[in-house]
């Protein structure tokens, strides 16, 4: 969430390292590099931006320009980091997808005392909330909720080794790439506009790779790029007000919710109230989760405001693909664009309908032990207060409640079942994410169609370069097209799909301005509260969710003809075509990797100005000038 930067110390110089390891990496590694920049390139007083793969560095001065040189300097850091799960130590590239304890070791060790000795370093890196459970991490590591990621972060004094071991117990690993940064400061709040300084650079050098490396690109499409900035930021700003309206609507339906569900539990109790919850009354309970009962519209209501609220992450997740757009129009114009977003858009669409689909067996499973807590804890407060006696139980029913409530926070049963449930909510926002992202794709390319190159797509041969590959190489692919059987039905099959989406790409228009997203209509979510509500009175957690494993009980969301032909043809970013790219490749690669960062470091910012963990960061001595004047950005792949 976007909060308000302090005012920064006057005096305040910002250095930082960035140093990302990314998957792909071995278990353990490390920056070591020996060639010398010349002296017309030395690091002091510039943001110096390198991806250790290459022996590039791109120089950024402060007026912004960005110049490369193409040299190698020992890095002022040591970068280690290694996992294991249940124990085994595992390749970093490989813990991806791991399911058990999974350990994250991180060791940063200072190389150059030049710098390192006078910048305290931080580390950070996130975890997907809809993954992983019960993270944990050693003393003096923050770990706090970031939207639906878990941010993990630590720091250092100047001079000092970072070295600390995170905990997580995963059903699908994976994490972003670690990010160190090293910043001179005087107050956490300096701290946190250093980072941003730094991500809102990283940014800077992605978007202007553009320019570095063909100036027409910029202003062959400024209307477009213009046009397309509007939607971005039309969408940020609906992602910011609609997500905080429907989660207030969200919370008060389940509030509402719960309150008729302990309601109707009230009224079928017998004998003394007890301190537990009495299994009769819920069998009770559960035969009016369906009819006109004011039980069943709260089910009804809590539903709806599920789905509301999850389709609210649409317009985050539209709003991230248009800026991926805006970049990759920048940095490579429109040559091929048309296809890759019509691979995006099927590829997005496909993950969000399945991970919906997961998180709606997650809620289920989450509510059954959290209901249940929670009738636990509304029985107790119910017998205190009407001195166990039946007979005065419902006109101490809402007072119950509100207790019940107050409670959540230091209940450990409540508080814990709790934070499963909004797990499950957060997994079904990274879904509706995919989906806004697949949205916006198609919209993008059905709207501004005729501004791309090369969109047509539906012939692979006819999208090769010339210099893709040897000419009898591509003769023969043409050949086996036109005259295998298999490639005949492929083609066919090509020609379907390009049908529907000619007629797709003619329904829109570049003066549409409207949203990117609608709200999607998948789901029974008032069948599936109905389940989890009612399941734990005669089932199990597990059984909850065992009726829930297969996707194919959720339909799909909305989904253009042509997208749902491809992927269910397997040609949903994944077919064989031939993509032209300008010969930049290198460049947009390494420079899309340094920004990646971006995000992190603004939510490490986020964390040392509004957590006590970051009040405790405190600011160091003045340094040497041309050290502290000197921003590091370094991408580990």
């Known amino acids: 969430m976007a909060l308000p930067l302090q005012r920064t110390c006057a005096a ?26 010349s002296s017309s390139q030395e690091f002091a007083s510039h943001d110096v931006f390198h991806a250790v793969d290459s022996r590039r560095y791109y120089l950024a001065g402060g007026d912004g320009a960005i110049t490369h040189a193409s040299a190698a300097k020992a890095s002022p850091w040591k ?54 459970t019960d993270i944990s991490a050693d003393d003096g590591v923050s770990v706090t909720a970031q939207g639906n990621d878990t941010l993990i972060a630590a720091t250092a004094d100047p001079g ?139 089910v009804t209501d809590l539903a709806a405001a599920v789905n509301s609220l999850s389709d609210a992450h649409q317009h985050a997740g539209a709003a991230d693909e248009v800026d991926r757009i805006i970049t990759r129009i920048r940095q490579q114009g429109t040559t091929g664009l048309a296809e890759e977003l019509r691979q995006t858009a099927g590829e997005q669409t496909r993950l969000g309908s399945e991970q919906y689909a ?70 079904l926002a990274a879904a509706r994410e995919h989906t806004g992202a697949g949205s916006a794709a198609r919209q993008v390319l059905r709207r501004f169609a005729d501004r791309f190159d090369g969109g047509d797509g539906s012939d692979a041969t006819a999208a ?12 023969a ?50 069948a599936d509260v109905a389940k989890y509500a009612g399941k734990f009175t005669g089932g199990s957690a597990a059984d909850a969710a065992q009726d829930d494993d297969d996707p194919s009980a ?3 969301s909305a989904m253009a003809p042509s997208d749902l032909l491809a992927m269910r043809l397997d040609f949903a970013g994944v077919g064989d075509h031939s993509v032209f790219r300008p010969s930049n490749g290198q460049l947009v690669d390494e420079t899309t990797a340094i920004a990646s960062h971006a995000t992190v470091l603004r939510a490490l910012a986020d964390t040392l100005e509004h957590t006590d963990w970051g009040s405790r960061v405190t600011g160091m001595p003045a340094g040497e000038a041309k050290v502290l004047t000197t921003r590091f950005v370094m991408v580990v792949s």
């Open 160 to 298: 000092q080794a970072l070295d600390f071991h995170v905990y997580a117990t995963a059903t699908d690993f994976n994490m972003t790439p670690l990010t160190v940064a090293a910043l001179a400061a005087a107050s956490p709040g300096a701290y946190a506009a250093g980072l941003r300084g730094l991500a809102d650079r990283s940014d800077q050098l992605t978007a202007s790779l553009g320019t570095a490396t063909d100036g027409a690109q910029e202003t062959r499409h400024r209307e477009l790029i213009d046009t397309l900035t509007k939607l971005r930021d039309q969408e940020r700003s609906l992602a910011a007000s609609t997500t905080k309206t429907r989660t207030q609507a969200h919370e008060h339906a389940f509030r509402a919710y719960m309150a008729a569900y302990v309601g109707s539990y009230t009224t079928h109790l017998s004998g003394s109230i007890g301190s537990k919850t009495q299994m009769t009354a819920l069998m009770g309970t559960a035969g009016e989760l369906k009819g006109d009962t004011p039980l069943a519209h709260a």
């Open 464 to 475: 090769s370069a010339p210099g893709d590959g040897p000419r009898i190489m591509q003769e």
């Open 79 to 132: 970068l280690s980091v290694d996992t294991s799960v249940d124990g085994p130590a595992v390749p970093l590239g490989q813990v991806d997808g791991a399911k058990g304890l999974v350990r994250v070791h991180v060791r940063v060790e200072p190389a150059d005392t030049r710098y390192s000795g006078q910048l305290r370093t931080f580390a950070a890196f996130t975890i997907p909330t809809d993954s992983c």
């Open 12 to 37: 305040c110089c910002a250095a930082a390292l960035c140093l990302a390891a990314l998957a792909g990496a071995p278990a353990a590694f490390a920056v070591d590099q020996s060639a010398q920049l």
């Open 477 to 526: 692919a043409a050949w086996r097209e036109a005259h295998t059987p298999g490639g005949r039905a492929r083609t066919a099959l090509q020609r379907q799909v390009a049908t529907l989406r000619d007629r797709e790409d003619a329904a829109g228009g570049e003066d549409d301005m409207s949203s990117l997203v609608d709200d999607s209509s998948d789901g029974n979510a008032a």
């Open 554 to 556: 959720t339909s799909p």
């Open 358 to 427: 997961r998180g709606q067996s997650q809620l289920t499973a989450a509510m059954v032990p959290y209901s249940m807590a929670y009738t636990d804890a509304y029985t107790a407060h119910l017998s205190d207060l009407a001195g166990n006696d039946v007979a005065a139980a419902a006109a101490h029913r809402d007072a119950a409640v509100a207790a019940t409530n107050a409670a959540e926070g230091t209940n450990a049963a409540l508080k814990k079942d709790k934070q499963g449930v909004d797990a499950a909510m957060a997994t």
